[in-house]
């Protein structure tokens, strides 16, 4: 979890919330909000939503170093899939090739 820097104190902070505040939000303890703030707890699907439900802010706005990371290795998945689909020009084949050579290039509005 090291350098996967995250948002969540400034943001907690700019809109001047405590950590007791957000837990109850959560429904989480105080330390465990203290412990995502301190990337040292991994980013889960609760604290994704939980950050675009509180702050309005998008997963790679709060979550940059981890969306960057998940995207590429999504990014260099797709590719290799692309390649196995290589030749294959049934109804099926197709199709998924047309979504997952879209994978690679997509950004969000944050990496533009």
Not at 13 to 36: C, E, F, N
């Amino acid at each position: 979890m090291a350098g996967l820097t995250n948002y969540l104190c400034t943001e907690r902070k700019r809109h001047s919330l405590r950590q007791k505040d957000v837990a109850r939000l959560l429904g989480i303890s105080r330390p465990t909000v203290g412990r995502y703030e301190a990337d040292q707890r991994p980013v889960s699907a609760l604290l994704i939503v939980a950050g675009e439900v509180i702050y309005g802010k998008r997963a790679a706005e709060l979550f940059p170093a981890f969306y960057r990371t998940t995207q590429e290795a999504i990014g260099a998945e797709a590719l290799a899939l692309l390649e196995e689909l290589e030749g294959l020009e049934d109804e099926e084949s197709i199709k998924r090739r047309k979504l997952l050579a879209g994978i690679p290039g997509r950004t969000t509005a944050f990496d533009a």
